[in-house]
């Protein structure tokens, strides 16, 4: 049973356009919500996070939006470049149960010139 | 300040051979976790260490293991390989809980 789905799975964007990657959860216990990028050959690099105690959090061109009641987040990344593309991948954790997260499948963006 | 450090960064094992591998926190972090990354199950967490006690395990057969030191440095060690023990595997270390940052892992490929 994944704990946290993500979608689309792939995702085609022009440049400067907006990129919308959406996650959804089941666990109410989760409280900790980070998203991570990750280029060929790479780690996955944390890229923001936020708690279940704010609806948005933003950091220059990227944004977390969090819906509590429909256990929901989602990443926006605003006028989006090429080097934007990488795989994204949201997560989840619950702050009793240490740095233990589930992550979701993962989505390729690709930003196209 | 340096970032996470996992050696080695690729490996060719051969089927029921052992490996071990390793990843050295950043500076400062006590926990230190480990991921498996394959294309089909995506990122799955293997266990976590803290302070060279392992705090939390996921649901990976005991053929996995892991231990810390009192520097903080990890490995893992896989026994008896199989040709799906193939994939990226990902040390993340943390100073707080919660934020995590990932090394670039260690190619594990069985044949």
């Known amino acids: 049973q994944q704990q946290v789905k993500q979608s689309p799975q792939s995702l085609i964007v022009q440049k400067g356009g907006i990129s919308i990657i959406n996650c959804a959860y089941e666990?109410?216990?989760?409280?900790?919500f980070p998203w991570y990028q990750q280029f060929p050959g790479k780690g996955p690099a944390l890229l923001i996070a936020i708690r279940p105690d704010v609806s948005e959090k933003k950091e220059g061109r990227f944004t977390i939006s969090f819906n509590k009641s429909a256990k929901q987040f989602s990443l926006h990344i605003m006028d989006s470049q090429p080097g934007d593309s990488a795989t994204y991948f949201c997560a989840a954790s619950i702050s009793g149960n240490f740095n233990k997260f589930y992550f979701g499948s993962g989505t390729k963006l690709n930003v196209k010139p | 300040k340096a970032g996470v450090t996992q050696t080695p960064r690729y490996l060719i094992k051969t089927r029921g051979q052992q490996v071990t591998l390793s990843c050295s926190p950043i500076s400062g972090h006590r926990s230190v976790s480990w991921y498996q990354q394959t294309p089909g199950q995506g990122l799955q967490f293997l266990f976590e260490?803290?302070?060279?006690?392992?705090?939390n395990k996921g649901n990976f057969p005991g053929r996995f293991s892991g231990r810390q030191f009192s520097n903080s440095r990890s490995e893992m060690n896989v026994s008896t390989l199989e040709l799906g023990d193939s994939a990226l595997y990902l040390c993340a270390s943390s100073f707080h809980q919660g934020e995590a940052f990932f090394g670039q892992g260690t190619r594990l490929t069985v044949v």
């Open positions: 260490y803290f302070s060279e006690t392992q705090r």
């Open positions: 666990n109410t216990a989760f409280d900790y």
